[in-house]
């Protein structure tokens, strides 16, 4: 079970001294993703000012429109104050003691895999990401971004012939200049928040995603975020356009470290969906979340936000939620064509001292637009998981629909489970519907799940991964065997 | 300057007046308030808990305040209009806010219940008054702290112990005066172990000419085994504000109904805080608005589970016609410790027209494991097919949807335990969905017109 490479031995969590075996081996099966990979990284010093702004841009060979985007962003950014409303509880963050840049050291570009950094390799082969061009059969192009910048994507050749671009970020700005100017930050702009700001500031890469006219991308992309150096920020950017009638279905997978301190992610993301076209977006989030008495772990602050722009067109947003100490955010879906569609599947999980306070955001403008809002969150030990989400219809948005249901389960009668949708009708064509319950898991099912011989602990996973089915089945397949794992090892040793 | 200076400022040159026309027990807590509104604002538009009603905007014409006490003569027989047939009530006036009793209204009282003016008993029994005046109600509010600033006179209701009351008590606020006033009105309703009430409120404007603003602070305190009722509507006029907040606290094995009905009005913001403290509670929550004109309408309920085996049950609905906009806030809180707890909530919204506007913000804070918990809220229209299923049997269109909202009332309705009022609000709502409001003319009662004199 172990197989954690801990080098930064002090600052490992203490396993709790108990005699008892089972509970040993549940608090060590924590974080199975909690290792350090020994590359080269090349940091800059801590701290934030617009020299450093000027420095990132200046290491990733910029043009002036792009620094000038950063430092307009920054400048903003210092106006704003830390927003508070959120139903968490987050220590002061003093941004002046992360480091906004960290990427592992490159000597010349590689060109092939064998270039690659071996320990690099190692990594994600851990994270079971399948790097290697042979394993060219699991179907999936892979973006790798580790510290923020990307280190290598698979498939392009593949997808090339397309006509689909799917790089890195700097690579995007390299080579696609106008694509990248004409929709950077017209999803969600730099003044769009205090953190979606900062990301605007400072961010280091990403990945960037175009499916040209009526192409229906023949695999699924993936990005596997981690961040690896201790003191720093994770600060990517997303962009994915799918033009006219393209398809694209798009995962993210995070990871990261275990380590007594936290560490800020603050990441954009960033869809434009035009005519027809149809894009799936499933995120799998397990930073690492804290020990068992809430020390350490990833805040996880993310601006997510797509724009279906053309009419028909389609967004959905599937998420698991199982990582970070706290999870702040809200995966969002501008329905502005006629007739698009909207739809947003969560599980959220947390428990020990995570928090979580998340949800979407259904903005109608369109008419007979349609959006489906699925939340299921899951609380344990003395965890707090809230679903907070916005629907709005707006004056001329004929003939919307907008349906909504959020579950709580409680695990233990420390946690705290909230809901605080926000429900804006300002036109008398709508249809919307909201419903939410909050429950435990009923002895009944564990009873007769007992009977027939499961312990109390399969059978609570059992009714847990009953209960987020309906997410489940949304997720793509290889996505759904690991989530479903993960909700499993996620609610390990929280039952009494 | 805020709408909240100009009070402050009445305050503090007429203070020496307030207090002389009111009470020690009342006046004991003008300090307090007074230094909790220093540098504060009224909420406004936006503010969490305040989305769309701005309570700095209600409060900031210039009213008047009767700090004086000025008697205002008012024919109390003109609000009759709301008097309850077929149902025997005891009756008291509070005219903008001053008690009025009814000639009957002493005789016709079980042994050792108190139906009085809040600063007369306040004087007579401070004891009494001092240990249920300004407990419950949160003055970390701005708006309750400058109710409790000001207020002079209001209402204080008591049934001692085991005392069932067998009639209802109708409390009547009227507005009526030669200037815009603020009516600042205070409610203390006690009812003891074991004691059973049930209390009718109803708001009326007689004098529409002027603009009124009613600041309205209820605290109703049910003890063990006790059962109350309070059924609120408001039939004002389109001048009238009203900002009104109640904080009831219930002990063990009490039982709680509350349903407030808006059928006219300006602007109306009603706030419930209801508070679980004992075991084994029930506590059920209505309120039904219908709003057309540029009527505004926000309702926030706040029901808290701080004990074991309470049960909650919330339905609000809402017609909006016209110009109109509703919220509802609503939430329900359920602290550590307060296993078993059921609690449900449910909001129901109808758009009937295309300007109309509905905000929802149901929430639910769960601190516990074993409780079953949910809500429930939809905005929408009638159902074209049920419209259509009327039409085709030759029911005109208007007719119909008239017909359909009223049924979407009914189960709002069915909440109320008075069969009398129960019937009666039946015909107010369909009155007031044909755009009538009740009149003499439909009441039981006779009683003089003085138009007519």
């Known amino acids: ?114 270039e690659v950094d071996p320990e690099l390799l190692d990594t994600f082969n851990k994270l079971g990401i399948p790097l290697e061009e042979q394993k060219v059969l699991s179907g999936m192009a892979v973006d790798a971004v580790m510290d923020s910048v990307s280190v290598k994507t698979t498939h392009k050749e593949k997808l090339a012939e397309l006509g689909i671009i799917f790089c890195s970020f700097s690579e995007a700005v390299r080579d696609y200049p106008d694509l990248v100017k004409r929709y950077l930050g017209s999803v969600v702009s730099y003044r769009d928040n205090f953190y979606a700001a900062l990301n605007s500031a400072v961010f280091s890469d990403g990945s960037f995603v175009y499916i040209p006219k009526g192409v229906r991308c023949p695999m699924e992309l993936s990005t596997y975020f981690r961040i690896n150096a201790a003191g720093t920020g994770q600060f990517e950017r997303t962009l994915i356009v799918a033009d006219d009638d393209a398809y694209v279905s798009y995962l993210e997978g995070c990871t990261a470290p275990m380590r007594d301190e936290n560490q800020l992610h603050a990441a954009i993301v960033e869809i434009i969906v035009e005519d027809r076209a149809e894009v799936k977006y499933s995120t799998v989030q397990n930073w690492y979340a804290g020990d068992k008495d809430g020390r350490g772990g990833v805040y996880n602050f993310v601006t997510k936000r797509g724009l279906c722009r053309g009419d028909n067109s389609k967004l959905s947003w599937t998420q698991v939620e199982t990582g970070s100490a706290i999870t702040w955010k809200y995966p969002s879906c501008v329905l502005a064509g006629d007739g698009a569609v909207g739809e947003f599947y969560s599980v959220a999980v947390t428990n020990n001292r995570q928090q979580a306070d998340t949800g979407t955001k259904m903005i109608h403008t369109g008419r007979n637009t349609r959006s489906t809002i699925v939340s299921k969150g899951i609380s344990a030990g003395h965890s707090q998981n809230s679903y907070r989400g916005l629907v709005k219809v707006a004056p001329n948005a004929d003939g919307c629909r907008n349906y909504t249901q959020c579950d709580s389960l409680l695990l233990g009668s420390h946690c705290g489970a909230h809901t605080f949708p926000y429900i804006d009708v300002l036109n008398d064509t709508a249809v919307v519907e909201h419903e939410a319950t909050t429950s435990k898991i009923s002895e009944d099912q564990i009873f007769y799940c007992n009977q027939r011989g499961i312990p109390t602990e399969d059978a609570v996973a059992l009714i847990v991964n009953g209960y987020a089915k309906e997410v489940m089945n949304k997720l793509p397949m290889e996505f759904a065997v690991e989530a479903q794992k993960l909700l499993q090892i996620t609610l390990e040793g929280s039952v009494g | 300057m805020s709408a909240l200076s100009q009070y402050i400022e009445i305050f503090d040159s007429h203070r020496a007046t307030i207090e002389a026309k009111s009470a020690e027990v009342m006046n004991l807590c003008r300090q307090d308030a007074r230094n909790r509104l220093e540098g504060k604002r009224l909420p406004q538009k936006g503010t969490e808990g305040y989305e769309k009603t701005s309570i700095e905007d209600m409060f900031a014409p210039d009213f008047g305040v009767n700090i004086n006490r000025v008697n205002i003569p008012v024919d109390v027989s003109l609000s009759f209009k709301c008097d309850v047939p077929n149902m025997s009530t005891i009756m008291a006036f509070v005219v903008n806010d001053s008690f009025v009793p009814s000639s009957t209204l002493h005789n016709k009282m079980p042994q050792g219940v108190i139906i009085d003016s809040l600063a007369k008993v306040a004087t007579e029994n401070p004891q009494l008054v001092s240990r249920y005046y300004n407990q419950l109600a949160d003055n970390d509010n701005e708006a309750v702290a400058l109710n409790t600033m000001l207020a002079q006179d209001g209402v204080m209701i008591y049934v001692p112990r085991g005392v069932v009351m067998e009639r209802p008590i109708q409390l009547v606020n009227i507005f009526n005066s030669a200037a815009p006033l603020m009516g600042v009105r205070r409610l203390v309703i006690v009812v003891e172990e074991g004691a059973k009430a049930q209390l009718l409120i109803c708001d009326h404007t007689q004098n529409s000419e002027y603009r009124y603003l009613s600041s309205q602070v209820i605290e109703a305190f049910v003890g063990q085994n006790a059962s109350l009722d309070i059924y609120d509507i408001e039939e004002s006029s389109d001048t009238t504000s009203r900002y009104s907040q109640l904080y009831a606290r219930q002990e063990r094995d009490s039982q709680l109904i509350v349903n407030g009905v808006t059928l006219t009005g300006g602007v109306t913001r009603n706030d419930y805080h209801i508070e679980l403290v004992g075991d084994n509670c029930t506590s ?90 949910s809500h429930g809220a939809t905005t929408g229209q009638l159902d074209a097919d049920a419209l259509f299923y009327m039409r085709s049997r030759g029911i005109p269109e208007q007719e119909a949807r008239t017909m359909l909202m009223q049924a979407f009332m009914v189960d709002v309705i069915d909440m109320v335990k008075m069969e009398g009022l129960r019937d009666r609000l039946r015909h107010l709502v369909e009155k007031r969905f044909y755009g009538q409001q009740a009149s003499c003319a439909d009441c039981g009662v006779t009683c003089r017109d003085p138009k007519k004199d």
Request: with cysteine.
């Open chain 1, 1 to 114: 079970m172990k197989n954690i490479e801990d080098k930064d031995k002090n600052k490992k969590p203490v396993t709790p001294e108990k005699n008892n075996d089972i509970i040993n081996d549940v608090t060590s099966g924590e974080y199975k993703y909690g290792f350090v990979t020994d590359i080269d990284t090349d940091i800059i010093p801590q701290g934030l000012n617009e020299d450093v702004v000027r420095l990132i841009s200046q290491k990733k060979g910029e043009p002036e429109w792009l620094l000038e985007f950063r430092l307009k962003a920054y400048r903003h950014w210092l106006t704003l104050e830390v927003p508070t409303w959120a139903h968490l509880d987050i220590p002061e963050i003093d941004f002046q003691a992360i480091s906004y840049y960290a990427a592992p050291k490159k000597k010349e570009g590689p060109k092939s895999l064998d």
């Open chain 2, 284 to 373: 059920t929550l209505g309120g039904m608005a219908i709003g057309s004109g540029h009527q505004h309408i926000d309702n926030n309920s706040d029901v808290r589970h701080l004990s074991a085996h309470c049960n909650s049950n919330q339905l609000f609905k809402c017609v909006l016609d016209e110009e109109s906009t509703g919220a509802f806030e609503g939430a329900i809180y359920v602290a550590p410790g307060a296993q078993f707890t059921e609690a449900y909530q449910s909001n129901r919204n109808l758009l009937a027209s295309k300007s109309a506007r509905m905000h929802t913000k149901p929430q639910l804070e769960i601190y516990n494991d074993d409780v079953k918990c």
